[in-house]
């Protein structure tokens, strides 16, 4: 068996600010996001694209955070998570009909090894400008000064007064995180600690804790550096538990769908143009991609999350992290400064499965998107290689479907992404690449534009 996976994801929950006129751009964004009862942790690794004159990002939160609550994490842990969860493109070769079946083996029982891990003075602005520095200190390269403001205007002034060049209508959604009583997290970051490769810099991820009873992601800030459409891919581990949309439309990424061998060439592409019909069709919506045990997968892109892993993202605050514990979510948003709205707000959701199993005799997937006890859904894409031997046996027995018959396993391997922030780039034509309908495509047929809203939604 042979797996691709696809992983990107673009777009900020803050907004980058800088000095000098410059134009800043947050380009890829992973949010990974810890929940359990009303304590969160969120984790940010940031690409950034600018001068190498100060520059700093600005995150709304709801309560004043100290020095413990935030850290520097290894950006390995990101590109595993991000990794697991993507959606991936798997290659099924059809057993000799006449061959036995196998016995089958004993399976094997163990445990993991457990590794754990656990774990200023108000200086008030102007008072004209109803700003106080709740609190100031340093975490690696990051010089990090907690807000609160009386009125939106007068932290706009205080951030312009203190150097920072902030996007030109960041005093208008300032607006309502004032009004809500909401602080902000002012990262700013020093170049002489900070790694550049050329003019971009590779900023270290953040750690952040806090609690709150409601349970969302700011991301109308993000959009003050949009260059146009924005990607925004979140990963939410719940103890045991799926996360969804609780103010926007839900949909399920359409999966087990058999696929024209060319799909390899171009994988990224391919589900770029899967994603982008889903969107089309469900504009508001937000696509739920996986969810899953982050201790376990099937199939396996790579490795699964480790104790260290979970620790590292958050277990070691939340008192728990093993594995198997945590429920991974991958939601992937698509939206314009215009059509965002509000932030977004997330719920629990009920147990899904969907993109599993093997095909059947006949070389199709059966299993259908639906409710079940336990998550187990991932967008899953197959490319099916039928018994073209000699069936020279009495009583054939089509539809065992495995690795290829001869030669080692093949590797795991990536697909680039098309996902991009501003415009999209060009997607193949679906109809072309698929042996399997989705709304708004037939297989051999152009697509059409077809009425919005077919694909199913969950949890309304």
Not at 146 to 172: C, F, H, Q, V
Request: glycine letters at 10%.
């Amino acid at each position: 068996m042979l797996t691709w996976l696809i992983a990107s994801a673009h777009a900020f929950c803050g907004f980058y600010v800088g000095g000098a006129g410059a134009d800043l751009y947050n380009d890829a964004t992973v949010v990974v996001m810890m929940r359990d009862g009303s304590r969160t942790v969120l984790s940010m690794q940031n690409d950034y694209t600018g001068p190498t004159e100060d520059f700093a990002m600005v995150v709304p939160v709801p309560e004043v955070l100290d020095e413990e609550d935030v850290r520097t994490l290894p950006r390995e842990v990101f590109a595993k998570i991000d990794t697991l969860a993507a959606p991936r493109l798997v290659e099924y070769w059809e057993g000799d009909p006449c061959m036995p079946l196998p016995k089958p083996s004993p399976m094997k029982s163990g445990r993991p090894t457990t590794r754990r891990r656990d774990g200023g003075a108000d200086m008030p602005a102007a008072e004209d400008l109803g700003v106080t520095v709740e609190a100031e200190f340093a975490v690696g390269e990051y010089d990090i000064v907690i807000l609160s403001a009386k009125d939106s205007s007068g932290l706009d002034t205080w951030l312009r007064r203190e150097g920072y060049n902030i996007p030109t209508k960041a005093e208008t959604v300032l607006r309502g995180y004032v009004a809500q009583g909401t602080k902000f997290f002012v990262a700013k970051v020093d170049p002489e600690r900070v790694t550049w490769e050329g003019d971009r810099a590779v900023l270290s991820p953040l750690r952040i804790a806090y609690d709150d009873e409601r349970f969302g992601l700011p991301v109308r800030l993000g959009m003050l550096n949009a260059r146009g459409a924005q990607d925004l891919i979140v990963h939410i581990l719940g103890k045991n538990q799926r996360y969804e949309l609780a103010n926007k439309p839900n949909v399920t990424i359409p999966t087990n769908l058999r696929v024209q061998e060319t799909v390899k060439k171009d994988f990224g592409g391919f589900y770029e143009a899967v994603l982008a019909n889903t969107f089309r069709r469900n504009p508001k919506a937000v696509v739920t991609e996986y969810s899953w045990q982050s201790g376990s997968c099937d199939p396996c892109p790579g490795p699964t999350m480790q104790y260290a892993d979970i620790a590292t993202l958050g277990g070691d605050l939340l008192g728990d992290s093993n594995p198997m514990t945590w429920t991974l979510t991958r939601l992937h948003a698509r939206y314009t400064s215009e059509s965002l709205g509000e932030d977004l707000v997330f719920r629990t959701g009920d147990p899904v499965i969907g993109g599993r199993g093997m095909p059947d005799a006949e070389g199709r997937f059966t299993e259908e998107v639906q409710a079940a006890s336990t998550n187990q859904f991932q967008g899953r894409y197959a490319i099916l290689h039928p018994w073209e031997g000699k069936v020279a046996c009495e009583n054939p027995r089509r539809g065992h479907w495995g690795g290829p018959p001869n030669g080692p396993t093949p590797r795991t391997d990536v697909a680039k992404s098309r996902l991009t922030t501003g415009a999209v780039k060009p997607s193949p034509n679906l109809a072309s690449l698929l042996l399997d309908p989705i709304p708004g495509v037939k297989p051999g047929a152009a697509a059409d534009k077809g009425e919005p809203g077919l694909i199913p939604e969950m949890g309304e």
